[in-house]
């Protein structure tokens, strides 16, 4: 891995081969923001594939975005190409339609001959994978202030081409404000829920609400690919059990977090008790995806949640499953 100044990552993006390079690049709350304007300052075209951006790409029509999961990024581009298709589905058209000639990650820093992908992993290891075997570009924006957590979001430094240095915070989402509607629509659902329920609860405000008001149930277990800072006010509340006997021993790790900065590390909501660098400053985590059987991306402590109970089945919609 050589690191490289800002220009000099300009210059290298612009080398890329290809008149119009696909760069799969890191998404959600992990969105290399420094490097992606390399990207824009350096090219003219290319296609940036991304899950749920938050850069902004309507200024730059050059640059043709695809998704399976259109963020706020990418939803008002000129150029934007949505794929209706499963994330667990991505990785095949590395392999077919949509070959990847770049992969643009947002890591940790360094530790004991690796990165960590963090808070976003999903697409990522695969895409790596392929455009390693395609003999492409592996770039890495390194960044102290993103977590280290373990499993599959650990790779190797020799795996990496480039990278740029930067000391910069990591995204937050806004937060939505409710109305009355919105309150009545949250405590109706949460009357499903009793001592022992299971939740599928999606990210969002109605699914966030629900869950407050699911505070007085006790021995709530949570299976679900998406959750949302609800899941820790359950937690607070001594409403959830952060692991479960009886579920299964393949247990899905938690690939995607994102939420805002109130003191409680990623391992709280991922129930992980060694997944932040000690100097790091992690946001907590409001929503965890968890993509697909096409590769393992459970860590050594994997996130448990039950697969008996009764099954709650929470408002918000679910694009990806």
């Not at 000099?8 to 690049?25: G, H, K, N, S, Y």
């Not at 480039?162 to 629509?185: G, K, M, N, R, Y």
């Not at 949250?186 to 829920?193: K, L, T």
């Not at 060694?274 to 996130?303: D, K, L, N, V, Y």
């Amino acid at each position: 891995m050589k690191n490289l100044t800002y220009d000099e990552t300009v210059r290298r993006i612009a080398a890329l081969p290809a008149p119009e390079p696909r760069i799969v690049v890191s998404g959600n709350s992990a969105t290399p923001m420094t490097a992606l304007h390399a990207v824009t300052e350096s090219r003219e075209s290319c296609r940036v594939l991304q899950i749920n951006g938050r850069f902004d790409f309507s200024g730059h029509p050059g640059v043709l975005c695809e998704t399976p999961f259109v963020g706020p990024g990418m939803r008002h581009s000129p150029r934007l190409d949505y794929l209706p298709m499963r994330l667990s589905l991505v990785p095949r058209l590395f392999d077919t339609v949509r070959p990847p000639d770049a992969v643009l990650v947002h890591t940790s820093v360094p530790r004991d001959g690796k990165v960590s992908l963090g808070i976003e992993v999903n697409i990522l290891p695969a895409a790596i994978e392929r455009v390693r075997a395609r003999g492409g570009l592996v770039m890495a924006q390194l960044n102290p202030q993103m977590p280290y957590t373990y499993g599959a979001s650990e790779v190797p430094i020799d795996s990496i081409d480039v990278a740029l240095e930067v000391d910069e915070p990591l995204l937050s989402p806004t937060t939505e404000s409710a109305d009355d509607v919105a309150q009545v629509i949250g405590e109706r659902v949460a009357r499903f829920a009793e001592d022992g329920s299971t939740l599928q609860l999606g990210i969002g405000l109605i699914p966030a609400l629900a869950a407050g008001h699911m505070a007085s149930c006790r021995g709530i277990r949570v299976w679900s690919e998406m959750i949302s800072d609800g899941v820790m006010e359950l937690e607070n509340a001594g409403a959830s059990i952060r692991t479960c006997p009886s579920a299964p021993p393949s247990s899905r790790g938690l690939p995607s977090c994102t939420g805002g900065r109130t003191g409680t590390s990623a391992s709280r909501c991922c129930g992980r008790r060694r997944s932040t660098t000690p100097h790091a400053s992690p946001p907590t985590p409001a929503c965890c995806r968890s993509t697909a059987p096409f590769r393992s991306i459970s860590s050594p402590r994997r996130t448990r949640a039950s697969s008996g109970g009764r099954s709650t089945r929470g408002s918000g919609a679910n694009p990806t499953s």
